[in-house]
């Protein structure tokens, strides 16, 4: 199979597809969207640039995800502009909003989020869906860098007292909804998706690879993970996002990231780019 | 080397950071390239809401990475600065977060909608193109340098711009009426850009003599409203009456004076504006809210110092 052709999918495998793609895409959109946040008000002139590199890589990967999603049918209103915010699949990580000034949010959220983003393209590099796997290679050459780009960060912020303390509470706080990564946006959906081969891997073991990365990293500068060591999913928060369960600041964040296109009752979206190839 | 051999010799790109300069021309030049390095980062502070407004995908891409550049712009044209040996980074960032720092008259004023964006990242953008291109045969090599970078990059901002604004144009009824709107109220302030036609700039003349400008913000309008109206029009644009552009017999455009609102325009270059005042004001809350970021690493390089080499960012 060369692409993800709606025919060639049973009903089933469709909705699996579609599950799997929404988690990636949506994560990728609202993630960079949160990370722009930082641009022109980053700490330094330095960061302002990185971070601003790394928004822009993962709204490239967010455009990978969502032209495979376009393949099946749907269009970038319909899968952005158009969509109701109460059915994005991202885990809610992604869409909570930063406090003004607090760079450790920035860095350990990222930190979080690009471990786990490893985790999940491994699982994916071998995917029964060509289209999928061949995409996995483009994007986790660039989530390298941002792992790096991380840690490297944690480590100086963690060496100062004030940094690590502000470390700490961000860590406290985004830990909860770090494992709404990991949370299934549905049951039966995600057995098929491990089950068809679309991820070779399944959620659980994904988060224990990413606790067993995560975990002695941290302790490593001098944070310590928030939670029960016998069952680290008891941490969840009320809103997962995987579920279309969200917090009401993804409602607002939907509505500024619409607002232009509401306001000139646009119809479809502008493409300046060329499609994404799967080469 | 005394003023006179620094007039004497004058050229594109004739002094450099081994060069021994007269006080005079370090501070010009500092204060010139401050004030174009401070206009890159309230321009990107102008232009950032619209990476999360853009109507595509595409679009946020693109205005994401035009306000990265314009950051990294800001970034090269400090360190030129800073090669003058007159004021270092960390001073020139400080001055304007205190308003003391100037930049250009554009970047004062709010920017609210999406339709808005094709004046800066066209109109104001193309202007300071012109300028800019010219920039490349200043006397201070690393001000040209910068500027080939610089002006390399602008080129694709001014085209997005274009697009942006063909898009409108060519868009729905709201769409072209919306831009027209905009245009109206942005035209006088683009071409307040290029100041008073009588040029009362008393920094122009020294500038001139050591070849830090080469060529006069008369004729920079004159070029730009050749190059400009047309262009406007192209997109179905209305010129606004006011205010008057005359064309005189030898081609060049006469810009009458008393259309034009100078007490608004010397009140923004005093940075006694209130619109301009607030974006001051945002950008240095929230340059305080990180100071603390900056301090962890002035710590964390004084105890690491020697040990481990530092990442770049």
Redesign the interface.
């Known amino acids: 199979m060369t692409a993800l052709d709606p025919d060639d999918l049973s009903g089933d495998e469709r909705t699996a597809v579609e599950h799997l793609l929404y988690r990636l895409a949506d994560d990728e959109?609202v993630l960079a969207?949160r990370y722009?946040e930082w641009?022109?008000?980053?700490?330094?002139?330095?960061?302002?640039?990185?971070l601003?590199?790394i928004?822009?890589d993962e709204?490239?990967h967010?455009?990978l995800w969502?032209d495979l999603l376009q393949d099946l049918g749907y269009s970038?209103s319909e899968l952005?502009?158009e969509r109701d915010p109460g059915e994005f699949r991202h885990a809610t990580l992604a869409e909570v909003p930063f406090e003004?000034?607090?760079?450790a949010d920035a860095v350990v959220r990222g930190y979080l989020y690009d471990v786990a983003e490893n985790c999940r393209l491994e699982a994916l590099e071998n995917s029964a869906h060509p289209r999928i796997a061949n995409r996995v290679s483009k994007v986790r050459g660039e989530e390298e860098y941002h792992r790096e780009?991380a840690r490297?960060w944690l480590e100086?912020?963690a060496?100062?007292e004030?940094?690590r303390r502000?470390l700490q509470t961000a860590l406290d706080r985004l830990f909860p909804h770090a494992l709404t990564l990991f949370e299934p946006t549905d049951e039966t959906v995600e057995d098929d998706i491990v089950g068809m081969g679309i991820r070779r891997r399944g959620l659980d073991d994904l988060r224990e690879e990413w606790l067993a990365t995560v975990e002695p990293f941290l302790e490593s500068v001098g944070l310590r993970l928030p939670m029960d060591p016998d069952d680290p999913a008891d941490r969840l928060p009320d809103a997962v996002g995987r579920d279309r369960s969200h917090t009401d600041d993804w409602f607002d964040l939907h509505d500024?990231?619409t607002?232009?296109?509401r306001?000139?009752?646009?119809t479809e979206?502008?493409?300046?780019?060329d499609k994404p190839t799967d080469e | 080397m005394d003023v006179d051999e620094v007039n004497e010799r004058a050229g594109p790109r004739e002094f450099g950071p081994h060069d021994d300069l007269p006080r005079e021309y370090r501070e010009a030049a500092t204060r010139m390239i401050q004030f174009h390095a401070n206009s890159e980062?309230m321009g990107?502070?102008l232009e950032?809401p619209?990476?999360?407004?853009?109507?595509?995908?595409?679009?946020?891409?693109?205005l994401?990475?035009k306000?990265?550049d314009e950051?990294?712009h800001?970034?090269l044209l400090?360190r030129a600065a800073e090669s003058l040996g007159v004021k270092t980074r960390d001073e020139m960032l400080t001055e304007l977060a205190e308003g003391e720092g100037k930049f250009l008259n554009c970047f004062h004023y709010e920017m609210d909608?999406?339709?808005e964006t094709p004046m800066i990242a066209f109109f104001v953008d193309g202007a300071a193109m012109r300028r800019q291109a010219t920039l490349k045969r200043t006397s201070w090599e690393p001000y040209a340098h910068a500027m080939d970078k610089i002006c390399f990059e602008e080129g694709f901002h001014v085209k997005?711009g274009e697009?942006i604004m063909k898009?409108l144009a060519t868009?729905?009824k709201?769409?072209r009426e919306?831009l027209q709107e905009a245009f109206d109220e942005w035209w006088p302030r683009i071409i307040q850009f290029f100041g008073p036609t009588d040029d009362q700039s008393t920094h122009h003349d020294f500038a001139a003599d050591v070849g830090l400008k080469t060529m006069t913000n008369d004729d920079l309008r004159n070029a730009f409203i050749d190059a400009y109206v047309p262009k406007a029009k192209k997109y179905g644009l209305e010129i606004p009456d006011e205010p008057r552009i005359r064309e005189r017999d030898d081609g060049t455009y006469e810009v009458v004076e008393d259309d034009l609102d100078w007490s608004e325009f010397f009140a923004i270059a005093k940075n006694d504006y209130d619109p301009g005042k607030e974006q001051i004001g945002g950008?240095r809350?929230?340059?305080?809210?990180?100071e603390?970021?900056?301090?962890?690493?002035d710590?964390?390089e004084t105890?690491?110092r020697g040990r481990e080499p530092q990442?770049?960012?």
């Open positions: 959109l969207e722009t641009q022109v008000t980053a700490p330094t002139l330095e960061s302002d640039l990185a601003a590199n928004a822009q709204l490239g967010a455009r969502y970038e952005i502009y003004e000034g607090d760079w780009h490297n100086r912020l060496g100062d004030d940094g502000r500024e990231m607002h232009t296109y306001e000139l009752g646009r979206t502008t493409r300046i780019m | 980062i990107a502070y950032k619209f990476i999360r407004q853009a109507p595509s995908l595409d679009r946020k891409l693109a994401s990475a306000v990265q950051i990294g800001g970034q400090y909608e999406w339709w997005h697009d898009e868009g729905s709201k769409e919306k950008r809350r929230a340059q305080e809210a990180v603390w970021v900056r301090e962890a690493l710590d964390h105890r690491t990442a770049a960012d």
